[in-house]
Structures are given as C-alpha cells and as structure tokens.
C-alpha cells in the first residue's frame, strides 16, 4: 500500500528544543535508565504485531488443491457406486495426510518467525550518557539516535544536528530522494542513502507513520528453480499416465465394462504423477537447513535460499572484514612539513565520529586515547561523512576561538586536494602497499588553502583461516574472486596471503570497455579487481549472469545492495548496514568465510535430497502406471483398488518425506537442476521395478494360494509397496547403498511403514484382505535380493555412464 506523506507533522512545526523539552531528554546525555523501562512499559515495544491466520483457515487448506479436490471427487464416485469401506478409509487418510502436513507447516513457521527475530534493525541508541547498542524493536519515544548511511529507520526521528538523504519509497513509492536537515522528520521505513545525523525518537509501534515492524524479512516469495524442475517432471509423467490411461479405458469399454466402475482407479492413477508430497518435503527441507545454519551463525531472510547456495559456480568475496578483521589500528605515521605526528593523530582524530563505529574512525580514536592526546581544546561543529563519491570525511573544527577544516581520506583524494606536493610520500605509500598496509591521508584547510599534515598506515590483517577456507571453497568447484576498494598494491598483497592468487586487476580495466564479450572475458580472466566502486560489483554480478554463472556477492554497504539483490545468493557480512541486510538473502553473524562454506556445503546437502526424492517420485510413478496398466492388458482384471493405490500413495509418500532428514555426502561440484539425468535413472529403476514385478506377479500366482480379486489385490498391494520402500534405500544415493550410513529418522520410517504393511498384509484391515505370511515374507525377501543387489548396481551404472556420482569433497567430507 502507497501512503503520502502529510504535508505538515506536529513535530515537523515544533523546534529541536520544544521537542527535546516535551520528551524531557538531553540530547548530550539521552534518557536515564531508570526512564526506559517506565516508557516502554507506557508506549509497549517499537513494533506492530502481526495478524496471525486462523488455525482453522490454514488446516482446512489441505482439503483444497488438485490433488485434494481429485481425492473427494474419487470419495464421492465411490460412494454412489455403494463402496462405502472406501469412502471411510480414503476420507481417514486424506485427514491423516492433512494433520501431518498442518504440523509441518507450523513448524516451518515457526522457524521463520525465530529467523524474523533474529533480523531485527539494531539501532545506535545513547542513554545514560552512553553510545551502545539495541535492537529496533527496544526503542522509545524520548531515545536519541545517531544515524548513518546504509541505516533503516525504525522509529519516527526528528532531526537534531546533521543531514541525510532519505529514501522514503517504501512509503510513497516515489525513489527520489529526500533531504533531510535539522528539524526535519525522518520516517519508520526509510532508509538512509547517505549523510549522518543525530536525532530524537518522537514515535514507536503502530504511532509511527509507517505503523509496521521494521523487520529485514522480505514478503517477495521468488519463483524456484525446484519449480521448473516440479514442472518438467509433471509433465512428463502425466503424458506417460495418460497415454497408458487411455489405452486402458479403451480396452476397458471394448471389453464390455463401464466408465464409471473403472474412474476410481483411474483418477488414482493420474493422482500418483502429482507430487503430492513435494510442497511439505520442500518445506520441511528448508526449514531444516535454516535451522542448522542459525545455529551456526548464519540467518536467511528466506528460507530458498540455501537452494540457490547448492548451485553456486562464483563467489565475489568482498575483501575487508570477509577475507580480513576488519579492526585497523595505526601502525606508522608521517608528518608533512611543518606538522607533528601528534597532529596527525589529533585532526585525524577529529575527522572521526565514534558513535559511527567505524573501522578506521575507531582506529585514530582509539590511537589518541592509547597515546593520552588531549582533544579538550577540540570542539567538532559539524562532520561530512564518507561516501563513495568523496572518499573522505571531514569535519569544521573549533580551536582557539578560530575555525578550520580537516579532513581524513584516501592518499590519492587528499593528494588531489593538496595543491604542494610532500617528497617521499608516493613512496613510501607505494611501500606501504606492498605490505598489505592501507593508507590514509590526513589534510586541513586554513584561509582557502588545504595542506598535507601527513599520512598514517593501518593495518587490517587477513583472519587466521582465509587460506584454508579459501582452498576449501575452491575444492568445493566454486570460483572465487576478491573484490575490493583497496589499492592494487594491497589487493594483491591480500590476495597472495589467503590464496586466491596474484591476477589482480583495476577495476578501471573493465570499467571503460564498451564492448560486452570483451568485459565478460577481462571479468572471467581476472582473480580479483582493486579500486572497485559500488556500481561494479554490480555489473561484475550481471557479466557473470549472462554468461550463465550462478554468482554469490558478499557485501556490507548500501551502494553494495544492487549487487547483492542481483546475485542468486546475496550475503550480507556482519558488519553489514541495514540496507545491505535487506537485500541480501543470507545474513552472516561471524566474521571469515567458514559459515560460507556452511552455507554451499548444506544448500548441496538439500539439493541432493531433493533430486533423490524426484528420482523415487519418477521410477514409482512410472512403474506404478506401466504394472497396474499393463498387467490389465493380460489378466483382464485391475490388481489393485482405488483404496489400495491411495494408502500406498501416503504410506510410500510419508517414508519419502523423509528423505529430507537423511545423511548425504557433499559434492565436490556445484548441484545441477538438469532434469534429463534423473529422469534417465527413473525411467530405467522404472522398467526394471516392472520386470521384477511381473515374474514375481505371475509367479505367486502360479505357486502361492492367490485366487479371487480381493486376494490378487492384496498381493498388488504387496508387490507396489514392497517395490516402493526398497526404491527409496536404492536411490537415496549414488553410490552403493551400503557406502553411504542411512539417516535415523528415514531408516525408523522404513521399519515403521515396512511392519505396517506386513501387519495389515497378514491379518487384514476392512475393506483389505489378508494374505498368508509366506507370500508377505516372500515378497520381502524378492524384492529386497532385487533392489539391493540388481537395482542397486544398476543404478549405480547409469550414474557412471552420466557422470553423476559425486567425488566427496576432502579433506572434510560433510554429512548433514
């Protein structure tokens, strides 16, 4: 919904100082902490709660769709047709299927609503004379703030010193910018594009006018590439059911028999090529990965996203504070002429704000504290940010009754602005470049004119184990390349250190080619670029896109955002501002690349789940409709009833789902949506399941007691169940099945559906007849020789002629 925003606000009229006095806060010192619990006791948390669908709504859900509306409609025709054993047991098990599945749902709801928790705006709050720290969701009206590009509002704020440009379209829909300056208001909803500012909080929850949680969960529910896959496998199996639907109809009616005795069977038939069972295996899939990710510091605004990770082919790894610490401190200092090396640290010092937090603000700040310089004398009128643009912050500073500017930034910005040049100083950069250094100018303006006080080295070394994440990833068949705002000498100097190799370019170098095939080629050629801008991330992402690369993009600013919204895996690091959270699809809470490796190493382990399940789905589906249609032909009688096919459909379906919990081993390359493979394996686990079954089919009914249509449907029951539980162990991994250790839970379904149907194979429920143990038994034991024995090494031969058996990833293979 687009709102306007009103014309004239209360607050909007009122001065900083009637606002601060109506508040009753100091803008120096913020609300004492006796005052905050008395005030969120009185205004309540800073967040609008939710509306929460009915319970009863979401259940009733499961009895609405294709596959449900195809299942009454069978409930019904059964009914006129006097079968009423069918219409209870197929209304009992649509209402098992919907229960469980309605659990599934709350759980997966429940860990987005843990995730939506955990992606709360956290917020620069001073109070009690303290800067620190607090999630959105705590503020209050009375509260100051400090606000900085890259920052989501939470809370309506009024101005007190400083400016900002304000992106307010989440409220209007309208993207230009608005500036803001004190006495202006800043909205719940808007983001920062950039400046910084101080304000006082004026109102929370649903008293703001955005009146919404300011939470970074997107609504936006992207189509999957599971989607097409889903599609694709529908497609072909409703043309094979079809196809065979038909020709049995049509022998059906020649043969004398009704359309209306045969509908049953056959809508149970079309409703095995629906892969009910997908949505909550997806589901549960999903919400199981998000879970273990959490729990290792790692949130996704939603819960797809690991999917994208299995198919991850590059990585663009931002440099500072994902491959390094992202702590500077002050290593070396040069005076220029006529300066000292404590005016370096005091103007640097004073071109820095703390409340920002940042790196390298805290890194002059915390040298003047350890080194005891006196700032008393110092007073900061006002502060100019950094941005992309400028690359340097400065500030108008008070000293002795007279004023001037200093000014801090990168060595080329300042030496632009310097109109003499300082010997040596090119050098020594240069120098300091070489040993990974980073360099900072320090600059002052006195009467017009700006003048070199020196330059300062910082150091921000790479994390412990950057190497050895870096090489995992590489063994992972995952390209990487280093980008970075550095100069060249640095990036290079970086890139050695952690192995990501020395082809370090300019970003300049791509940059200016106008010729597409020629920037994708540069862009592929290149390890890393250094002097990289906000916007050419973006294009390096879009470049690899079109060449069909699916791309991650680490980033932690605001102009970062494009890119990270345009990559399929878009990771915001910790230190991250909130726009960059918002874009991106997972959030990282540690620093260092481990949690990226966790993140590939899970999406593949769901992926391989998936396409397990689409291969079972497949090979049951096909032999499903090639025995019962074919075995129609020949004995001029259905083997199995409508009730049979719907209760195998929940019982094989159940075990399935849980594939989603079963123990995987990790591929060396990135997952692959191809459908054209596992429909190769299914196809043929399809045909040879029908060649077993029909020996077997014609051999109990020459050797075993099988006689009458009720006991030959029972003995169906138990070649189509046997065959379907067996295929799910066989296909469950690429390799032999006795390489790869089952998961507890899949493994307890197995046994759990096996002695069900042993159970009602033997003594019977209504409407099903028992079948003498030995043909139970029998059964068992053919069809588990043959799967694990045939079925398996044959499996195991197709994926070698398609070379999809995965090499596990060393030298720490993953199960999960």
């Known amino acids: 919904m687009i709102a306007t925003i009103p014309a004239t606000n209360p607050y909007e009229a009122k001065t900083v100082t009637a606002v601060l006095n109506e508040l009753s806060v100091q803008a120096d010192s913020g609300l004492p902490a006796a005052e905050i619990a008395v005030r969120q006791q009185s205004y309540g948390l800073n967040e609008v709660p939710e509306d929460q669908p009915s319970m009863l709504l979401i259940f009733a859900k499961h009895f609405w769709g294709l596959t449900a509306l195809m299942l009454e409609f069978t409930i019904i025709v059964s009914f006129f047709l006097h079968k009423y054993v069918d219409v209870y047991l197929i209304s009992g098990l649509m209402l098992f299927n919907a229960v469980i599945g309605f659990v599934q749902e709350r759980k997966a709801a429940k860990t987005v609503k843990a995730l939506k928790s955990s992606l709360q705006v956290m917020v620069r709050v001073l109070r009690g004379g303290q800067w620190g720290t607090i999630t959105g969701n705590q503020l209050v009206p009375g509260d100051i703030i400090r606000v900085r590009t890259g920052d989501f509002i939470t809370a309506d704020s009024k101005l007190i010193n400083g400016t900002a440009a304000a992106d307010q379209s989440a409220l209007t829909g309208e993207s230009a910018r608005i500036d803001k300056k004190e006495g202006n208001i800043l909205y719940a909803g808007s983001s920062v594009k950039s400046g910084e500012c101080t304000a006082v909080v004026i109102a929370t929850g649903i008293k703001t006018f955005f009146g919404k949680t300011a939470e970074l969960v997107q609504k936006a529910k992207p189509r999957l590439h599971m989607d097409d896959v889903v599609a694709s496998v529908v497609k072909i199996l409703f043309t094979i059911v079809l196809l065979f639907m038909a020709i049995t109809i049509t022998i059906s009616l020649l043969r004398g028999e009704t359309f209306l005795s045969s509908l049953p069977l056959m809508l149970i038939l079309l409703i095995s090529a629906v892969p009910v069972a997908l949505p909550a295996m997806f589901s549960v899939s999903m919400a199981r990965g998000a879970r273990q990710l959490a729990g290792k510091g790692i949130l996704v605004s939603r819960l797809t996203a690991t999917e994208d990770a299995a198919t991850l082919t590059d990585l663009c790894i931002d440099k500072t504070g994902t491959l390094t610490q992202n702590k500077l401190s002050v290593q070396e200092t040069i005076a220029a002429d006529g300066f000292t090396v404590t005016d370096i640290l005091q103007y640097a010092a004073l071109a820095s704000v703390a409340a920002d937090n940042d790196p390298i603000d805290l890194a002059f700040l915390q040298k003047v504290t350890d080194d005891k310089i006196d700032l008393s004398s110092f007073k900061q009128l006002s502060f100019t940010p950094f941005t992309a643009a400028l690359k340097r912050t400065g500030a108008l500073v008070q000293h002795d009754a007279k004023s001037f500017q200093v000014i801090k930034g990168a060595y080329n910005t300042i030496k632009d602005l310097c109109k003499s040049p300082q010997t040596g100083f090119d050098q020594k950069v240069e120098e300091w470049g070489t040993k990974g250094f980073k360099t900072m100018a320090i600059a002052v303006t006195l009467d017009n004119l700006t003048k070199w006080v020196g330059i300062a080295a910082l150091i921000d070394p790479p994390l412990a184990d950057s190497a050895a994440m870096i090489s995992q990833i590489k063994a992972l068949g995952v390209t990487v390349k280093m980008l970075t705002g550095d100069a060249l000498p640095i990036a290079k100097e970086i890139a050695v250190k952690v192995g990501i190799g020395d082809n370090i370019a300019v970003a300049s170098l791509f940059r200016n080619e106008p010729d597409p095939t020629k920037k994708l080629q540069i862009i592929q050629s290149h390890e890393g670029f250094a002097e990289v801008l906000p916007e050419d991330k973006f294009d390096i992402v879009k470049a690899l896109q079109q060449a069909h690369a699916i791309t991650g993009m680490t980033g932690d600013g605001v102009n970062d955002a494009p890119a990270l919204k345009q990559a399929e895996v878009g990771i915001a690091v910790k230190a991250a501002t909130d726009v960059a959270k918002q874009a991106a699809s997972v959030i990282l809470l540690q620093e260092g690349l481990e949690n990226i490796i966790n993140l590939i190493t899970t999406g593949r382990a769901i992926h391989h789940r998936i396409t397990n399940w689409v291969t079972s789905k497949i090979a049951k589906t096909f032999f499903t409709i090639v025995f019962v249609c074919t075995s129609y032909f020949i004995t001029r009688q259905f083997i199995v009833g409508a009730f049979d096919m719907?209760?195998?459909?929940?019982?094989?379906?159940?075990?399935?789902?849980?594939?989603?919990?079963?123990?995987?081993?990790?591929?060396?390359?990135?997952?692959?949506?191809?459908?054209?493979?596992?429909?190769?394996?299914?196809?043929?686990?399809?045909?040879?399941?029908?060649?077993?079954?029909?020996?077997?089919?014609?051999?109990?009914?020459?050797?075993?007691?099988?006689?009458?249509?009720?006991?030959?449907?029972?003995?169906?029951?138990?070649?189509?169940f046997f065959t379907g539980i067996i295929n799910i162990l066989v296909v469950r991994t690429p390799l032999r099945f006795y390489q790869q250790p089952i998961g507890k839970v899949l493994l307890f379904a197995v046994i759990a559906d096996a002695l069900f149907a042993i159970f009602i194979l033997t003594f019977g429920i209504p409407g099903f007849t028992p079948l003498p143990i030995l043909i139970t038994s029998g059964s068992l034991a053919y069809f588990g020789t043959c799967g694990f024995l045939v079925n398996d090494w044959i499996k195991v031969r197709v994926n070698r002629r398609m070379a999809n058996v995965p090499r596990p990833f060393h030298p720490a293979p993953f199960e999960v």
């Not at 006689?707 to 003995?715: A, C, L, P, Q, R």
């Open 646 to 720: 719907i209760l195998l459909l929940f019982i094989v379906d159940f075990v399935a789902l849980t594939l989603s919990t079963d123990n995987v081993t990790g591929s060396a390359k990135p997952g692959s949506w191809k459908i054209k493979p596992l429909v190769k394996l299914g196809f043929v686990l399809g045909l040879v399941n029908s060649a077993e079954a029909f020996a077997w089919f014609f051999l109990g009914r020459r050797y075993f007691p099988v006689t009458g249509i009720d006991k030959i449907h029972s003995f169906g029951f138990a070649i189509l």
